[in-house]
């Protein structure tokens, strides 16, 4: 029996996610099921989140290497289809389903008013979740409400990812333990728990004699790929940001720092895609910031690493993308951008920089907030005193993202490590990023009680082959994935298509055989 550390009486949720989509879109679907399930009392059944555009099951991966594993209120319950009866945990439950149809307030109803022991299905992805606290914001209702809650599962993967790096890159976690009778899983999940859980992390001062060494990063994101100057419609595309307004904003930022963009000091990393990038753009760039680095590769890995870079970057230049706002959301430093009634969490200075709503240049616009922003987080950040505080709750600027009640707990939560400054040492290799998410993730899956873990596990036991270029780790990862939705799948067949011929799920080595 796994313990899914619920009461007798557990009402469950399943909540569809848009697969079809890009970053934002689709993670507004799932936080969508996450605010859901934690406004309403019930228990959210994990569905794994893949996003369009290439990126699959990247994002999906990081979070699994949260040590935490489980986090509620996701669920991974044992899931069994036996007769014409479904049970969850080895208790039977009544199905309630809501197609892609039924509104928020219809959605909203069925789920106060869902019975015990019961298992509720919405089908539908985007706006599923009624704003109880009505606001004319750029920002959805899901997002605020369990914004801050994905903001610390981002921090404690990160941190976990940068663990196993580490050992990866010195030895520590390929088995320098293994002598002591210490698996390289467990050493991997004790060193990983240890860094996901540590306070006081870098603060960007480094004592070098008796001199301070301080290194300024800066992150733009210029969204091109599936973007054009003009849109379907033949008008000034508000997706677009041109170059030249990239290199007013790093001329601006270099006059408010007082220094000239050259590395060591300052390092630039522009992050874009090599469809519609030109030579041009790099020649417009490299005569502003000649250090700067272009990174054009839209891997799944490439693009993991530099969502990790954005969210560290002391200063994180916008583009037109939920991809760089989430960036921006799980940053704590300096962000110059477009800003709706919402601002983001910490230290956003406004910035209209798209084609149709640029104004004119940054300095007479947003300069004097530019410089007033930058100047209280540098202060702090070169000061040891006040550095730990850098990020904590008290530097959240508006209200919107402190009202909800899982932002409520995640405010109270001291040991969360997303109040702490971002540590994160540049890898610049995706690859070995990639490495090191899926080490922390399989650390994480095998310490894991849960059904997921049980399957983690069988998939181990079983033995896997491997495909060219993917790691063993990747591959126990896909593999419990794909065993858990298959469990979930065959769950719910068994109920809504009857004539289908869906196989019983009742152990997690049944799924993986």
Not at 50 to 72: I, Q
Request: glycine share 8%; net charge positive; charged share 20%.
């Amino acid at each position: 029996e796994i313990n899914i550390g619920t009461s007798s009486m557990a009402r469950f949720l399943l909540k569809d996610v848009d697969s079809f989509a890009g970053f934002a879109h689709a993670i507004n679907t799932y936080l969508a099921g996450v605010a859901l399930a934690h406004s309403h009392g019930m228990l959210l059944v994990h569905s794994p989140f893949r996003a369009a555009h290439g990126l699959e099951y990247a994002f999906d991966d990081l979070l699994a290497a949260d040590p935490r594993s489980e986090v509620p209120p996701v669920r991974t319950p044992v899931l069994l289809a036996r007769g014409h009866e479904q049970l969850v945990g080895g208790e039977a439950v009544r199905l309630v389903y809501l197609d892609r149809r039924a509104t928020q307030a219809r959605i909203a109803n069925a789920l106060h008013k869902a019975p015990q022991l019961s298992f509720s299905w919405v089908r539908k992805g985007r706006f599923a979740l009624l704003d109880t606290q009505p606001c004319n914001c750029s920002l959805g209702p899901e997002i605020r409400y369990a914004g801050l809650w994905l903001r610390e599962r981002f921090w404690r993967s990160v941190r976990a990812a940068q663990a196993h790096f580490l050992g990866l890159a010195d030895g520590v976690v390929a088995g320098r333990h293994a002598r002591g009778g210490r698996s390289r899983l467990a050493s991997a999940a004790a060193e990983a728990g240890r860094l996901a859980s540590s306070v006081g992390h870098r603060t960007g001062v480094v004592k070098g004699g008796d001199e301070l060494m301080r290194s300024i990063s800066i992150s733009a994101h210029m969204r091109r790929g599936d973007v054009t100057y003009f849109d379907l419609k033949g008008r000034p595309s508000s997706r677009w940001v041109e170059t030249q307004t990239v290199v007013d904003e790093l001329e601006a930022v270099a006059a408010v720092v007082g220094m000239e963009l050259r590395a060591p000091a300052v390092q630039v990393h522009i992050h874009s895609e090599s469809k519609g990038w030109r030579r041009n753009d790099t020649e417009a760039i490299r005569r502003v910031a000649p250090d700067a680095e272009i990174h054009l590769d839209s891997s799944p890995a490439s693009t993991i690493e530099a969502m990790i870079r954005m969210a560290s970057s002391d200063v994180l230049l916008l583009g037109a993308s939920g991809f760089s706002t989430w960036a921006g959301i799980f940053s704590c430093g300096v962000k110059l951008g477009p800003r709706g009634s919402v601002p983001l969490p910490m230290r956003h200075v406004g910035y209209a920089n798209t084609l149709p709503t640029r104004a004119g240049r940054v300095l007479p616009l947003a300069g004097a907030e530019l410089r007033r922003v930058w100047r209280e987080y540098w202060a702090c950040k070169t000061d040891e005193a006040c550095a730990p505080t850098l990020c904590l709750p008290s530097r959240i600027e508006s209200e919107h993202w402190n009202r909800s009640a899982l932002a409520k707990e995640m405010l109270a939560d001291v040991d969360g490590v997303q109040w702490d400054p971002p540590r994160w040492a540049d890898v610049r290799n995706g690859r070995a990023l990639a490495a090191a998410i899926g080490a922390a993730g399989c650390a994480a899956r095998a310490a894991d009680p849960s059904a997921l873990g049980d399957l983690w596990r069988a998939c181990k036991s079983v033995g896997l082959r491997q495909e060219r270029g993917v790691s063993s780790n990747h591959s126990l990862m896909a593999c419990a994935r794909s065993s858990w939705q298959r469990s979930l799948s065959a769950f719910m067949h068994a109920r809504y298509s009857p004539k289908s011929v869906a196989p019983p799920v009742s152990s997690a080595t049944s799924s993986v055989a």
